[in-house]
């Protein structure tokens, strides 16, 4: 059975720090272009970072570029979202997803480009 169980989330102070987990199940996680995504209530779901199979390439978008990190480990068939410095605009349900690659240095910024989601795991930044 496929899943992606996202875990990690909650409630920190604005400037705080958190970090997301995504474990995958039921995959062959080596192969797989990974991301992170969030998505605030009343907006579409948007790009938040990428990481290749090997780790090498590591896009994140400019509102997260210097806060936000993202990394893989491909034993612990997981992969991470560092969140430091957080901001109140930062709140919302951020989800992991995976996609299958067969080009070791892809990765996929759009929503439609991924074919496995997880559950999403709700981040909440006070001011």
């Known amino acids: 059975q496929v899943q992606l169980l996202e875990s990690g989330g909650g409630l920190v102070q604005a400037g705080g720090s958190l970090r997301l987990s995504c474990a995958a199940f039921g995959l062959t996680f080596s192969s797989l272009a990974m991301g992170w995504f969030r998505q605030a209530p009343g907006k579409e779901r948007e790009f938040v970072a990428a990481i290749s199979r090997s780790g090498g390439n590591t896009p994140h978008a400019d509102s997260v570029k210097g806060r936000f990190t993202i990394s893989r480990d491909n034993v612990k068939n997981t992969v991470y979202l560092q969140m430091n410095s957080v901001r109140p605009e930062d709140t919302g349900v951020y989800y992991c997803?995976?996609?299958?690659?067969?080009?070791?240095?892809?990765?996929?910024?759009?929503?439609?480009?991924?074919?496995?989601w997880g559950q999403g795991s709700q981040v909440t930044v006070s001011s």
């Open positions: 997803a995976a996609v299958y690659s067969s080009i070791t240095a892809t990765v996929r910024t759009s929503v439609r480009e991924y074919d496995y």
